[in-house]
């Protein structure tokens, strides 16, 4: 993309109305513009880097073997009234009534309308397991929406499924849940750490939430510092192995790692004290596995193998994939501006020609942009006419994690810079070099299903060549 045909209306003042980082830089780089009072129109930067982080989460339901599906933003009261929540849920649920007076519901969550769906459907154990999920807009009428996406009224967010025959069959999707979280939230480049918590409205005993520590997160996080020690990294995991992914829960939640709300300070002391950690997280998931409190409400019961009918073993999963987005800033900023990484960047590398009009830097741009994309990398070349020093602080705002600056001086030399945004540091080098080191970066980084990034790579070599 060039940017003198982009739609990037940032900001160069900090905004008045923004009271965290994650917000004020949104808003700065154009991401977001408020509609309402927790609402907001997601620009075109804002909305590319939702995109991505939607991809990823998809990828990793898929992995683990979760079936998408796409349920209404609406739902009927009556479906509420069956499983007792519709008096219960409390006045963050907007409420209304259709012109046919009936009564209405914006969806805050979703296991009453899958629920609906399973039991028209299924009859038999013989369909079991099954998970289903999908990504969508939610609203809950906040009394104090605050924080920009961190804690709007409408928020876009993965809510899954599980629908097992035994409570066993379904902390194994329970556990299977978590090894794909940890996996999804590495991939973006975040360290969330499982904590036990109180599972709220939703119900149910068994419940973690994923947190990520960062300064200005809501809750008191009490945590064994070693717990920050762990990474998912690349092990191989077969999600049909019941073993494997219950050592994976163990491993990430034997250590100590707790939200205020189910803090036992006894335990925490037990922990050695040059271990013991005290913060504040973000949360950006959450697991539960509530048995059959809604299928026995509703009737959803399968045949099992002695002919019986008997209600299905569930449990729900979500992950907030409009809050992760201002969550990563949270984690990952500076003075500058924001700090993608490489796994949710809105653009692969910026490209900043010092003097446009050159015709010597003018094509050595062009090159440079023309073979990034036939890589398959997304590029965004700063083409405006504008002094050096703006076109880095736009740079350095929206936060992509390399830059490529050309010149004429260093063309002179036959180099170009590239730069680092995370650590500042610059490396001159060819333009085929720079090119060959930005595909070998973001190879790790391409989507589990593009098949044609190796040839693709390949070819933009011969440009230079």
């Known amino acids: 993309m060039r940017l003198s045909r982009y739609f990037l209306p940032v900001l160069k003042e900090n905004p008045s109305e923004a009271q965290i980082v994650s917000h004020r830089l949104m808003l700065r780089a154009g991401m977001i513009k408020q509609s309402a009072a927790g609402i907001y129109s997601w620009l075109p930067l804002g909305f590319k880097v939702l995109r991505k982080i939607e991809d990823i989460v998809h990828e990793e339901q898929a992995r683990a073997g979760h079936i998408a599906i796409q349920m209404p933003t609406l739902q009927s009261a009556d479906l509420w009234r069956e499983s007792g929540r519709y008096d219960a849920y409390g006045e963050e649920m907007l409420r209304f009534q259709d012109r046919g007076g009936r009564d209405m519901l914006y969806t805050p969550t979703a296991e009453e309308m899958v629920t609906d769906i399973f039991r028209a459907h299924v009859s038999s154990y013989k369909d079991l397991p099954l998970t289903l999920y999908q990504i969508q807009w939610k609203f809950r009428d906040e009394i104090r929406p605050r924080f920009g996406v961190m804690r709007g009224r409408e928020f876009y967010m993965k809510d899954g ?7 066993e069959d379904a902390l194994h999707a329970y556990n299977r849940h978590l090894v794909s979280y940890l996996r999804t939230y590495e991939r973006m480049g975040l360290q969330a750490i499982p904590m036990r918590a109180d599972s709220g409205p939703i119900g149910g005993d068994d419940t973690h939430e994923f947190l990520v520590l960062a300064e200005t997160g809501e809750s008191e996080v009490f945590y064994d510092s070693a717990v920050t020690d762990l990474s998912f990294g690349d092990r191989a995991i077969d999600y049909d192995d019941v073993a494997q992914c219950a050592g994976v829960l163990e491993e990430f939640t034997s250590k100590y790692a707790r939200t205020d709300e189910t803090h036992d300070p006894a335990l925490f002391e037990a922990v050695p ?7 504040r997280g973000i949360e950006v998931g959450q697991i539960f596995y509530f048995g059959t409190k809604y299928s026995e409400a509703m009737g959803a019961v399968v045949q099992g193998p002695d002919g019986k009918q008997v209600p299905v073993h569930m449990g729900s999963h979500g992950i907030g994939v409009s809050r992760l987005l201002g969550a990563i800033i949270e984690a990952s900023h500076d003075d500058n501006g924001i700090i993608w990484p490489e796994g ?3 653009f692969h590398v910026g490209i900043v020609n010092l003097k446009q009009g050159d015709d010597e830097a003018d094509a050595a741009c062009e090159k440079l942009y023309k073979s990034l994309e036939a ?7 700063d083409d405006r006419k504008e002094r050096a020093g703006g076109k880095f602080a736009t740079m350095d705002l929206i936060g992509l994690p390399w830059r490529i600056t050309v010149g004429p001086r260093g063309l002179k030399n036959g180099v170009v810079e590239l730069t680092s945004r ?12 720079a090119v060959a080191r930005i595909i070998d970066i973001y190879a790790p980084h391409k989507s589990h299903t593009s098949e044609h990034w190796e040839p693709m790579a390949r070819q933009s070599f011969h440009t230079w060549l």
Do not use: W
């Open 273 to 279: 004290e040059e271990r013991r950690r005290v913060a």
């Open 375 to 381: 890589a398959g990398l997304e590029p965004l070349y």
């Open 161 to 167: 499924y599980n629908f097992d025959l035994t409570k």
């Open 344 to 346: 949710v960047t809105p």
């Open 422 to 433: 995370r650590t500042g540091e610059s490396e001159e080098m060819s333009p085929k070099d």
